[in-house]
């Protein structure tokens, strides 16, 4: 597994694409989360996706101008085996950025400092996932003037825009080392960080 990974060509930058939902058994429970989240006020904004080497992951964005949030069912799939979770996305006038999520796998990548994650066990309701979310910013002292302003239609290109950031933070830290102009690969010191990952799971939830 440790040589699979480490061969692993990531791609920089993952243009998002328009992409169906998985099948039905694959991900049974799409249609109800989507309504879960549209009846607490967010807007389906896309349905977008991107692929590599036999790993696929799907999202469907939404968007809540009035709360000035944002939000995302994911599903990752990889050798017909998936998994899903939930978020929320809010971003401070000051570019930092705070997400609430119920992710069942530790970050395979270092978060960068001005993004702030706050991790729910478990599958909580959506409506807990968003109070929780705003509990996460009230204790930051974040008012809902201190966020930015949500236009559906963005909601791509901050997702993509995360994603590309991340990837280039990992390489200044040296977690990724360059393959090629468009690729990275995890160096040594990215495999010590991943196992890390790994195992501080392991002994928070055991």
């Given amino acids: 597994i440790l040589l699979r990974i480490r061969h692993l060509r990531l791609p920089l930058r993952k243009p998002l694409r328009q992409a169906a939902p998985p099948a039905q058994e694959m991900f049974p429970d799409l249609g109800d989360a989507t309504d879960r ?6 807007e389906h904004a896309a349905d977008l996706g991107w692929e590599m080497d036999g790993y696929r992951q799907f999202l469907r ?6 709360k000035r949030a944002e939000a995302s069912i994911t599903y990752v799939e990889q050798s017909q085996i998936g998994f899903h979770f939930a978020s929320v996305t809010s971003r401070a006038a000051d570019g930092s950025v705070y997400i609430t999520w119920n992710c ?15 991790r729910l066990p478990g599958e909580p ?6 109070a929780g979310h705003e509990t996460f910013l009230a204790q930051r ?3 809902p003037d201190a966020l930015r302003a949500v236009e559906p239609d963005a909601v ?3 997702v ?3 994603m590309e950031s991340q990837m280039q933070h990992n390489l200044r830290e040296g977690l990724l080392e360059p393959e090629g102009e468009e ?6 010191r990215g495999m010590l960080f991943l196992w890390g990952q790994v195992l501080r799971d392991i002994l928070r939830f055991s």
């Fill in 104 to 118: 069942p796998v530790p970050s395979s990548l270092k978060i960068l400092p001005t993004v702030h994650l706050n």
């Fill in 141 to 143: 002292g974040l008012q």
């Fill in 183 to 188: 690729h990275g690969r995890y160096s040594w």
């Fill in 156 to 158: 791509r290109l901050s």
């Fill in 37 to 42: 989240f549209e009846a607490a006020g967010f």
């Fill in 125 to 130: 309701p959506f409506a807990a996932l968003l």
């Fill in 160 to 162: 993509e825009r995360d």
């Fill in 61 to 66: 964005l939404f968007a809540h101008p009035d």
